[in-house]
């Protein structure tokens, strides 16, 4: 259970769906774990216990790392570094005006450029609208 709370909570960000799939898999081991106590075997004496013991702090500490995989997850494969960059980067005098505090003009400055001219003429597409010569595409992988 400690390593499928360690899986969900550190990559909760990458797989948003993992919770509710642990979810159905606990259900059905409740249910499982039922049927075999009350079928299989004989019944355990209960015993009392003030707390779970040397698994909180090892609880808390995935708890605490999972916060800052999380950011690292949605800081790094999103735009959310180089925008911010952007905004509060003041020397970017050709792209945009901070003044104002807008992001106008970041998409001029996240694309990367290519002159179609350079295509190979197996490559080359045969009609291009409107005499366009360049190609805006992004060079992060999506």
């Known amino acids: 259970m400690v390593i ?5 909570t ?13 979810l159905i898999n606990n259900l059905f081991e409740i ?8 079928t299989q075997f004989r019944r355990i004496v209960p ?3 003030q707390d779970i013991g040397a698994w909180q702090p090892i609880l808390q500490g995935i708890a605490i790392l999972a916060v800052a995989t999380n950011a690292m997850i949605i800081a790094f494969t999103s ?5 911010l ?12 005006d901070h003044k104002n505090n807008t992001m106008q003009g970041y ?5 990367s450029v290519f002159d179609i ?15 366009i010569t360049t190609c805006r595409y992004s060079h992060r992988p999506l």
């Open 47 to 49: 015993e009392k216990a």
């Open 117 to 131: 001219n350079d295509f190979s003429n197996f490559s080359r597409p045969l009609w291009t609208p409107y005499n």
């Open 85 to 96: 960059v952007y905004y509060w980067s003041f020397s970017v005098y050709p792209y945009g």
């Open 107 to 111: 998409i001029n400055t996240s694309l």
């Open 10 to 22: 550190l990559f909760v960000a990458s797989f948003p769906l993992a919770p509710i799939l642990a």
């Open 79 to 83: 735009d959310m570094i180089p925008r």
């Open 31 to 38: 249910r499982v774990d039922a049927w075999k106590i009350t």
């Open 4 to 8: 499928q709370f360690g899986f969900v």
